[in-house]
């Protein structure tokens, strides 16, 4: 199947049958389950700041396939490392889209021979949750003489840093989510941290927050147009990220924080069928003791959600 530009494809069922089950429950504290926004469809849910400053969670250590909300980890590698290399220019490899057409991936489209940098590859990344972005910032920042090598390696350094920010119960097995063998997994309180640490990057933070994007190759006549497969993004006030996944295995997800005046709060979502962004706005609605009217934002005709 020929693959547009801008639009963002779901991963194929074939990816989630090895993404088997690996929920297992630990406690939740007290605390947090004692009151909380009501009804939340999701099997794991957990929000960092509640009306009076403490932790709400539904199964919040509880184990669970995260989908794409992996690529979050990809760029704070790429960023907490490689900070100084945005505007290097990659060259992007027929592997790279070999790579999504075999496991039928989210893609950025990035056209073989196209010179683009770290930084608009970021934009690629988060925004139409591009596997090819996610392979070729692995395949540039991992060591080894080989593809596989190189990208083994940058997986490593992803579980490296889960243990440097005490990420407990996260691990990967992917720089983008498909998972070969089922490890690839975090927990709803895990996402969270991660997702404060993402969002201390101002590099990463202006990528995140922005519902698309033009960015044109350097060495071709070529204009890439991306848009954010985040919906709550534009349609919830204060809403500045992060990042939506979804396979059969991990169900919707979605990593979300939103700021109002000086206080900023982070939510995740973990297998919500019944509807993610709804949940999103309960959850932020009891963080921020108000009723908010959303609308959500429509992607363009003929995109795919994540």
Request: net charge positive.
């Amino acid at each position: 199947m020929r693959l547009r530009r801008g639009v963002v494809r779901r991963w194929g069922t074939a990816l989630t049958a090895s993404t088997a089950a690996v929920a297992v429950a630990l406690p939740t504290a007290t605390a947090e389950a004692a009151a909380g926004p009501g009804e939340i469809g999701a099997k794991g849910a957990y929000l960092d700041s509640g009306p009076d400053g403490k932790p709400w969670g539904k199964a919040a250590d509880t184990k669970r396939p995260m989908a794409s909300t992996t690529k979050i980890m990809t760029a704070v590698v790429v960023l907490d490392d490689h900070a100084g290399e945005l505007d290097r220019q990659i060259a992007v490899k027929q592997s790279y889209r070999d790579w999504v057409t075999r496991k039928q991936a989210s893609t950025a489209d990035l056209r073989t021979g196209d010179k683009l940098t770290v930084r608009q590859l970021l934009y690629a990344l988060m925004l139409p949750s591009g596997c090819d972005a996610a392979y070729a910032l692995a395949d540039t920042f991992g060591s080894g003489g080989t593809e596989a090598e190189r990208t083994d390696s940058f997986v490593a350094t992803m579980n490296d840093k889960a243990r440097e920010l005490g990420l407990r119960n996260t691990r990967y097995d992917s720089f983008d989510g498909i998972s070969s063998q089922g490890g690839n997994y975090s927990t709803p309180r895990d996402l969270a941290k991660l997702a404060r640490h993402a969002l201390s990057s101002g590099t990463l933070a202006t990528v995140m927050k922005a519902t698309s994007t033009q960015q044109k190759a350097a060495n071709v006549n070529r204009l890439y147009t991306w848009y954010n497969t985040n919906k709550l993004l534009g349609s919830y006030q204060g809403v500045i990220g992060l990042k939506t996944g979804s396979t059969q295995a991990a169900g919707p997800c979605l990593v979300f924080a939103a700021q109002r005046g000086s206080r900023k709060v982070v939510g995740v979502i973990l297998n919500d069928a019944a509807g993610r962004y709804p949940d999103a706005a309960k959850m932020l609605d009891y963080a921020f003791r108000t009723r908010t009217a959303m609308k959500l934002r429509h992607l363009p005709s003929g995109a795919h959600e994540d």
